[in-house]
């Protein structure tokens, strides 16, 4: 099993930035995913920005532009990169790990405990 740790998050007013950071520890395997998922009051929760091992990176069609998602193989941290950030934008932020193989079973896919992000207008 991986274990994330999250950092950052915050409250920030309409057009402002933040940096959200997890690092990952555990049994760890390559090639593997890791990203942001988020979740609004109400709504279910959806992607935000992913990366993997190789480089290869997805976004959001809300995000593309104002989000940049960025990681560090050697220490097995991923960050976002928060522009532009709008109060649609608010939500608990969580971080993801996952395998990058055929076969990925919900035991394989790890969560962050979330932290939450909120866009004053």
């Known amino acids: 099993q991986v274990q994330l740790v999250e950092s950052g998050g915050g409250l920030v007013q309409t057009g402002g930035s933040l940096t959200l950071s997890c690092a990952a520890s555990?049994?760890?395997?390559?090639?593997?995913?890791m990203g942001w998922y988020r979740q609004a009051p109400g709504k279910e929760r959806e992607l935000v920005a992913t990366t993997t091992t190789g480089g290869s990176t997805n976004y959001a069609d809300s995000v593309k532009g104002r989000f940049a998602i960025s990681r560090t193989n050697a220490r097995n941290t991923v960050s976002l990169q928060m522009n532009s950030l709008k109060p649609e934008d608010t939500a608990v932020y969580y971080c993801?790990?996952?395998?990058?193989?055929?076969?990925?079973?919900?035991?394989?896919?790890?969560w962050g405990q979330g932290t939450q992000v909120s866009v004053s207008s």
């Open positions: 993801n790990f996952r395998p990058l193989r055929t076969v990925v079973t919900p035991l394989d896919v790890s």
């Open positions: 555990g049994s760890i395997f390559s090639p593997n995913t």
